[in-house]
Each structure stands twice: as structure tokens, then as C-alpha cells.
């Protein structure tokens, strides 16, 4: 039976309107995919190397889990050990019984009490440069645990509802790769004390936060949320009270620098006899970033001597490069120049909240 020209008109108008529709899904598809998701682009196999290399090679993430899993770093990407830690000797300790442990070894302690476990809280803090950050990176590397780097711009995007997503998806990750650290570095800019004047996403994400936080008290998981900052009464006391673990890291001591100058020197070539103790005592009221300031302005001089020397001859720098580089050995005047001067400034701690706990 023959089909009539305005069945086969209506038949063509059917087709010409599916496919239109189908031609808009994907349409609509390609542009969330591009962009409904920032930086989904680039979550890719890279980011996932991590995870696998810890053994997690074959887990179901969703789009937010892939997101925080570009946060993942591996302890072999971390090249700061306790070891090269100077003058936190008594934290590290404490770290290491408190925190490590109890998190990589529950069975040590489940069977003597529930009380004796991993506390979920660390907060490391101080002023700028006696570091806080450096001790966070040895204790991932030494801890074996699955670290998460994450950075309070990670969690925010700018359609709504899509922070509090993953925010959950931080959780969830960190439960699905467990034992985890989450480290939040500054984390007074993350989690500061909430106020009316809060906008709404950052009310959410907080309280999303602070929610699935206090989930994890059902006593299986084995989380832990790592922070620092300068300005610890700038953190909300809900938030301090969920990190009970509080390590207060001041200016170092005399024998504190001499310690961390034995470090930071360690494969510098000094003159004989290096006073490294009257170093110590000169460099009073200096952190940590100051000393390798101090250390690195100081090393520099040779260098700096050579290439003077060099008056510009390119022939003999190449040739410096590739044999290497014949340093003098570094002296005492180094570093606190000829007329007894420091070359390096104090560090500027006026903003710096002081170093006592909270009750």
C-alpha cells in the first residue's frame, strides 16, 4: 500500500524533531561537561596515580571524589622526613605516639579501651615560619597514610550546592581510602569564626563540614583533619573543639637553631672550627624560614665571587657548570657580615596571634 504524501511529510516532521532533540541533549551534555564542573577537564588518569600507588586502584569515585582525588599526594612525592625536622623533637614524639599509631594500628588498642584511640583533630600553630607546614609534610611521609592536600579554593565553585557536594566528597574519599590526614594549611581562612555576615554558600559549607566531622565518631573510621595556622583565634571554637590535639610551635631556642643550622649546613662546606654555636646565639629572635634565609644569603657569596671573578666570560661559566662549581668554604662573616650585621632582616610578627593555648 502506497504511503500518502502527507503521511510521508509527517513522518520526515517526526524525525526532523527527534533528532533536533537528541542534537540539544548533547549539546547540553558537552556544556556541563565543559564547564558545569570546574577543572573536571582535568581530572584525569594523572591525578588517580596517586591513589593507585597506594593501593586503590580499583575504586568507584564519582565526579566530586575525582576532584579531591587531584589533592592526593603520595608520601614518595614527599621529601621531608622527621629527621630533617630540627628543634620539635618533643612533638614529634608526641606525633608519633598520639596521632600516628593509634591511626595506622586501631588493633594495638581496640582491645584495651575504646578511649585509646586516634584523636580526629590535630591543629598545628604559631607564628609564620617555625614550621608548621614542613612538620605536616614529614608526618605525612612518615605515616604512610593517604594525604589530602586540600586548599579552601578546591571546595568552593560558583554554582550552588556544588561546594557542600564536595565538601561530602572530601569525606567520602578519605573514608574510602582510610587511613586518611586531611590537611588544611591557613586553616583560619577555611573554617574562621562564623558570623551573620557569612555568606550563604560559606554557611553551608561549613555546617556541611562540621556535619559529616562529627561523623566520624562512629569509632570505625580512621580519619584524621590536620590544620595550621598563625591566627588560631580566628577559628571558630566549634571547630578548635573538634581538634583536641593542639601543638603550639614558638620561635626556637638557642639550642633549637644550633640544631636547625647542623641540618640546613649539613652539605655546605664550612671553614674548620665553624662557630655554629656562637651562630645560634647571634641569630636570637629568628624562625625557622629565617635561618634558611640566613643560610641560603650565605651560601650564595662564593657565587657570587666567582662570577665576579669570571668578568663575564662565558667560556668559563659553561665550563664551571658542567665540572662543577670550586667553592670556597663558607665563614662565620658569611653570615653575619664583616661589620657584625645580620644580611638578613627578622621576620615581621606583628600580625601574629600569641602562642598560649586555649582553655
Known amino acids: 500500500m502506497a504511503i500518502s504524501t502527507t503521511t510521508r511529510k509527517a513522518i520526515f516532521d517526526v524525525a526532523i524533531f527527534i533528532a533536533s532533540q537528541a542534537a540539544a541533549w548533547y549539546t547540553v551534555q558537552w556544556i556541563l561537561n565543559s564547564y558545569g564542573t570546574e577543572g573536571s577537564k582535568e581530572v584525569g588518569a594523572k591525578p588517580m596515580e596517586a591513589l593507585k600507588k597506594l593501593g586503590h586502584e580499583k575504586l568507584k569515585l564519582n565526579e ?12 614518595d612525592d614527599i621529601e621531608v622526613q622527621f629527621t630533617d625536622v630540627g628543634g620539635l623533637e618533643d612533638i614529634i614524639s608526641s606525633l608519633q605516639e598520639s596521632v600516628i599509631i593509634p591511626l595506622l594500628y586501631p588493633g594495638l ?17 604559631g607564628p609564620p615560619g617555625c614550621g608548621k607546614t ?7 611521609k612518615e605515616s604512610g597514610a593517604t594525604f589530602i592536600n586540600i586548599a579552601p579554593s578546591v571546595l568552593t565553585n560558583k554554582w550552588f550546592g556544588e561546594s557542600s557536594k564536595l565538601v561530602a566528597g572530601l569525606f567520602s574519599l578519605a573514608r574510602k581510602t582510610q587511613p586518611s590526614i586531611i590537611f588544611i594549611d591557613e586553616i583560619d581562612s577555611f573554617l574562621r569564626e ?18 559529616l566531622w562529627d561523623g566520624l565518631l562512629s569509632g570505625s573510621d580512621r580519619i584524621l ?7 588560631i583565634r580566628d577559628i571558630d571554637p566549634a571547630f578548635l573543639r573538634r581538634m583536641p590535639k593542639q601543638f603550639p610551635l614558638s620561635l626556637p631556642d638557642a639550642a633549637q637553631r644550633e640544631k636547625i643550622l647542623t641540618l640546613m649546613l649539613k652539605d655546605v662546606q664550612l671553614s674548620p672550627n665553624f662557630p655554629i654555636r656562637a651562630l645560634a646565639e647571634y641569630s636570637r629572635g629568628k624562625s625557622g624560614s629565617d635561618l634558611k634565609e640566613l643560610c641560603r644569603n650565605a ?17 668559563l661559566l659553561a665550563r664551571s657548570q658542567d665540572e662543577g662549581l670550586d667553592l670556597r668554604p663558607l665563614t662565620i662573616e658569611d653570615f653575619v657580615g664583616p661589620d657584625g650585621t645580620s644580611i638578613v632582616v627578622h621576620a615581621q610578627l606583628d600580625a601574629f596571634d600569641p602562642v598560649e593555648p586555649l582553655d
Open 299 to 315: 651560601a650564595m657569596l662564593p657565587v657570587r665571587e666567582l662570577v665576579r671573578q669570571a668578568k663575564g666570560d662565558v667560556a
Open 225 to 231: 583533619i590536620l590544620g595550621a595556622t598563625n591566627r
Open 194 to 211: 562564623r558570623s551573620k555576615g557569612d555568606h550563604e554558600v560559606t554557611a553551608m559549607m561549613k555546617a556541611e563540614f562540621m556535619s
Open 64 to 75: 566530586h571524589e575525582k576532584r579531591i582525588a587531584s589533592e592526593v599526594i603520595h608520601p
Open 109 to 125: 588498642f581496640r582491645s584495651s579501651s575504646a578511649l585509646l584511640t586516634a584523636p580526629k583533630g590535630v591543629l598545628l600553630y
Open 134 to 140: 614542613m612538620l605536616a609534610k614529614a608526618l605525612a
